[in-house]
């Protein structure tokens, strides 16, 4: 892969190339090659040895574009590269620690150790960039440009604790300056109680490069098997379309409209609204789970808007029992909830339910209609620029 990938200028040709290649795998390309050829073999029909080449470069063309040949080097980097994150996963998750901030028995000061685990992330963060620059992975490489992103994004925070970017995108370490810095300041820049802190982004970064590679690996299917116009597909599951709904039910003043109780007393429908709740939790998660680690710039465009809008409205969260881990992921406690006012539910709901059913529907039209449509490429060979355009905040 072309070192380009990682450069602040490289947005719209690394958008054309991974539109290619994933228009290679759902079958698209195919179309184009072959919308193209027909042409050639309808005119060189009254010619068997003419059509019977054009054929045998268009098999030749289709077979190199979908198994391209892989040299040793790649492959290296490609084992590196999913090694690499694995370890970056382990350095985060030190540096999130609580243990690490503070002093040992055997004599290791709070600083030697935060030292220590800096040392360790600022190496295996130079090596998942180094790489993912010759990596051929694309699901995981575009996670690592996500990482960059964010770590230039926080240059002037890390560069106080003595950490700078290079030309190159790695990282270089002063231990001299980490050492005169408030350990405080580093645990809170990777907190783990913060879904927002650049830790916690960092690691949700690496977690979806994770699952991606999973996921690719569980669905790998003939590269040699093309989708015909023909071909059906079940919308799967993904927890968008009814977190739209619930979303937009919590943030409405019907669910929170009281009910007369046995004794003739208004009373709000708590079950009710915590059954909305708990499947609103539900979805939220699912919905991460199977489209977080998506290349598409509007999924993940409205994706980040919903963990921010949900960062923002944590602590009013909290406060009706709804809480949020490191990856950003929701959990509801029944007995915190059930006890809470249930107009502070309604309050808390009211804006940040409408702005999140907003964005899941827009994550599942994403998901949805242009999921099913040609990526790069229509049926009828044409390019798709809007299909292409993946890759709009890559840095």
């Known amino acids: 892969m072309s070192n380009s990938f990682f450069s602040p200028s490289s947005g719209i040709a690394n958008q054309n190339f991974y539109a290619d290649y994933a228009s290679i795998r759902n079958g698209s390309y195919s179309k184009l090659l072959k919308a193209y050829y027909g042409k050639g073999q309808s005119s060189a029909s009254s010619s068997g040895s003419t059509k019977g080449k054009t054929t045998n470069i268009l098999d030749k063309l289709l077979e190199e574009k979908k198994n391209p040949k892989v040299s040793k080097e790649v492959q290296e980097a490609n084992s590196k590269l999913t090694t690499s994150l694995s370890n970056l996963n382990k350095s985060v998750t030190s540096l999130q620690s609580d243990k690490t901030y503070e002093s040992s028995e055997d004599g290791k000061s709070a ?80 907190s783990s109680s913060d879904s927002m802190s650049y830790g916690s982004k960092i690691l949700s970064r690496i977690n979806f490069s994770t699952a991606s590679s999973s996921t690719n690996t569980s669905n790998k299917t003939d590269s040699t098997t093309d989708k015909t116009e023909t071909d059906t597909e079940t919308k799967p599951d993904t927890g968008a379309s009814s977190l739209k709904d619930v979303s937009k039910a919590l943030a409405s003043s019907e669910l929170f409209e009281k009910i007369k109780d046995k004794d003739g007393n208004e009373v709000y429908d708590i079950d009710n609204i915590f059954a909305t709740a708990k499947s609103f939790v539900k979805n939220y998660n699912l919905m991460l789970d199977k489209a977080g680690n998506s290349l598409n710039s509007g999924i993940v465009s409205n994706l980040t808007r919903i963990r921010e809008k949900t960062a923002q409205n944590a602590n009013a969260l909290k406060e009706i029992g709804i809480s949020v881990d490191v990856k950003g992921r929701l959990k509801i406690d029944e007995d915190t909830f059930k006890d809470a006012d249930m107009s502070k539910v309604q309050k808390a709901f009211k804006d940040y339910g409408s702005s999140i059913s907003t964005s899941a529907s827009l994550v599942d039209f994403y998901l949805t209609t242009q999921a099913n449509a040609s990526n790069g490429y229509t049926a009828a060979g044409k390019y798709n620029v809007q299909g292409g355009l993946r890759f709009t905040d890559a840095i």
Not at 154 to 169: F, H, P, R, S, V
Not at 183 to 189: G, I, L
């Open 111 to 190: 600083t030697d150790k935060v030292v220590s685990a800096m040392k360790a992330f600022v190496a295996d963060y130079n090596d998942v960039v180094t790489s993912a620059k010759r990596s051929t992975l694309s699901s995981q490489t575009s996670h690592v440009a996500e990482i960059m992103r964010n770590t230039s994004a926080n240059a002037d925070q890390l560069k106080e604790m003595g950490i700078t970017i290079n030309a190159n995108g790695t990282l270089q370490l002063s231990e001299a300056t980490l050492k005169g810095t408030d350990v405080s300041k580093v645990q809170e820049m990777f």
